[in-house]
């Protein structure tokens, strides 16, 4: 009965054709044609470890729309990856047709402009997302269709003869990869937590198998799209194997002279090599944080190879100067538009510090040293070409141009105070407090603002309700992070969600510690903006569940803490407080951070007022 399927364009399925039983012991067999050997799809077949993609829920329809006699438009309210579940009940032969989209045009039907862009079809009957099922005429059907899955919020039914549908005759079925949740994160502030919300559910519509840039138009692994936002997902699910998979996949796809493609695992008949070093950086970036976030040296030591050789690569591609200047910027920024050559030099560094890392992980230490010297010379080349000290400016003084550097320890500490007012002045008076990164600065401009503990410079960002920001997302009905802050084309898309680490270091408090990874020991070190009273996080690690919640109440900070067996702390002690005690025992005045073992414990600091000494 399954005449057609594609991933892209969806299902043809005709009921007629079914043979009842063809699943169960005892079936007559014998007409069918017997299987074949065929050729291996590749040298090396190994059983899938991580997690299967499965449903996940159900959404109901909001709204349902009858156009005509046969043609219905569904609301399910939201943005999701996933497909329909259809009940329906006609004469034998029927057609009925569903065709996703995130749209609507100004007759109220499905409009898929802005995903169908790519789609090439070979014949009139190839549409994007579109399954057909065609009824055998026996009382009540079910169909949901199998082999494919969409990105949607509308569905447009017709049926080739007029038919009475309801509510009750489509359902969603959410859809991705069946990762367990391990994190968990809410505020005193609503606004703040549906932020959360949409960026978690553009992370879960783009995992499947492979993390993906949009669960529509490409369903490609483009490798920024999947690393930009890897942190914040593991944060917030065991994915941890999907992406251990993935660096298999970069290995596999790694070329002969080294380098590797935009996207992951690729198709040669879509050349990406033009995304170039920002891109290609996943080779180190995910195998650093999954050790970062597992304590498992083993990613490292299987992606060890193909990361040096593409580090040999890149030294062809070398300018007279010393820099690198191929390939893509920052991608779908506001009016921040990054020269590549600074950019992918600055990338270049640290492609050199994580391999040293890398290096010193698995015993080649004999290697570390030329990968140090080589990120140091890079660092002289930098300041050399880019830096401007008279203005405290690197590059064209954009938000990623000034973030990227500090976060990634290439601006001397004698140089920091003065690019960091630079930031905040261009920030304020250019940008309006409004972030201007995109795909690859909003982690970038989060991750540093977390470990520079600039909490307000992020919270102005977020609370901003005008062009571009979240809440603009959100004012004009999203219910998945955007594509382009403007809302042009996907609608469901991993391109902004990198602002996922926030929540839960810096407003939840609680960040990892890069000498002691896997949760061995962590830092608790709430950074709270005016204006947020309380915020609970939970996360489940290797040793087991850490609870941390903290409140503003009667002039004290209070912090609640649950360690597991085989985690200890640094508690941080907050800026603006007079006073602490742990378990009601007093702490050391002027104490920058206090150690804490497993174990639940409680710390209370006074609210200073601000003319009180601390």
């Known amino acids: 009965p399954l005449l057609y399927d594609n991933r892209y364009t969806g299902v043809t399925y005709d009921a007629r054709l079914e043979q009842p039983g063809w699943n169960r012991p005892g079936f007559d067999d014998g007409a069918w044609q017997p299987a074949v050997t065929v050729q291996s799809p590749a040298p090396l077949i190994e059983a899938q470890k991580m997690a299967a993609v499965a449903a996940s829920g159900s959404v109901k329809p909001v709204s349902v729309e009858k156009i005509n006699d046969t043609v219905y438009v569904y609301n399910l309210g939201k943005n999701f990856a996933g497909v329909c579940r259809l009940r329906v009940k006609g004469p034998r032969g029927t057609v009925v047709t569903m065709r996703h989209g995130e749209l609507l045009d100004s007759a109220g039907r499905v409009d898929q402009r802005n995903i169908n862009m790519h789609l090439r079809p070979t014949n009139a009957s190839e549409i994007s997302q579109f399954d057909t099922y065609i009824l055998k005429g026996e009382g009540a ?112 796809a790694q070329e002969a002279d080294g380098n590797v493609p935009g996207i992951v695992p690729t198709s040669w008949h879509w050349d990406s090599n033009w995304a170039g070093p920002m891109w290609d950086a996943a080779i180190f970036i995910t195998p650093h944080l999954l050790y970062q976030y597992s304590g498992d040296t083993r990613v490292i030591e299987t992606i060890y190879p193909a990361a040096k050789r593409y580090l040999e690569y890149l030294q062809t591609r070398e300018e007279a100067n010393g820099t690198i200047n191929h390939g893509l910027g920052d991608w779908l920024f506001y009016k921040a538009q990054t020269p590549v050559d600074f950019m992918a030099t600055c990338f270049y560094y640290w492609d050199n510090v994580l391999m040293a890392q890398m290096a010193r992980l698995t015993g080649h230490d004999d290697e570390a040293a030329a990968f140090e010297a080589r990120h140091e010379a890079l660092n002289r080349t930098i300041h050399a070409r880019f830096y401007d000290p008279a203005t405290h400016t690197y590059a064209t003084g954009s938000q990623l141009d000034m973030n990227y550097p500090m976060l990634v320890g290439a601006t001397p500490d004698s140089l920091r105070a003065g690019v960091e007012q630079r930031l905040f002045r261009s920030t304020h008076d250019v940008m309006k407090d409004h972030i201007g990164g995109g795909l690859v600065g909003v982690p970038v401009i989060t991750r540093w603002a977390v470990r520079s503990h600039n909490p307000e410079f992020i919270y102005r960002m977020l609370k901003q309700r005008g062009y571009p920001g979240y809440l603009h997302m ?69 040793y087991g569940r850490i609870d941390l919640g903290w409140e503003i109440a009667d002039g004290e900070l209070r912090i609640d803490v649950t360690l597991p067996p085989g985690v200890t702390a640094t508690a941080i002690t907050p800026a603006g407080v007079c006073r602490g005690r742990l378990d009601g025992r007093r702490l050391t005045p002027q104490s920058p951070g206090t150690k804490i073992a497993s174990g639940r414990h409680r710390l209370v600091f006074g609210l200073a007022p601000q003319n009180e000494e601390q």
């Open 141 to 252: 059907e079910t169909f949901m269709p199998p082999f494919t899955y969409h990105g949607f919020q509308y569905v447009e039914v017709t049926t080739s003869v007029p038919l009475q549908l309801t509510a009750e005759n489509l359902e969603g079925i959410v859809m991705h990869s069946d990762v367990r949740p391990t994190g968990d994160f809410s505020c005193s502030n609503k606004l703040i937590n549906q932020i959360f919300d949409i960026s978690k559910r553009s992370y879960l519509s783009n995992l499947f198998g492979i993390p993906t840039d949009c669960p529509h138009r490409e369903k490609n692994g483009w490798m920024a799209d999947g690393y930009m936002v890897q942190e914040a997902g593991m944060i917030n699910f065991d994915s941890r194997n999907i992406y251990a998979k993935w660096v298999n996949d970069m290995i596999d």
């Open 474 to 542: 959100i004012d004009h009905g999203a219910t998945a992070t955007w594509e382009y802050w403007s809302g042009e084309r996907s609608r469901v898309h991993n391109c902004y969600n990198g602002i996922g680490t926030w929540f839960y270091q810096a407003l939840g408090g609680l960040r990892t510690d890069s000498s002691h990874p896997g949760y061995e020991h962590v830092f608790i070190d709430p950074q709270i903006p005016e204006g947020v009273e309380w915020c609970r996080i939970s996360k489940e690690t290797p």
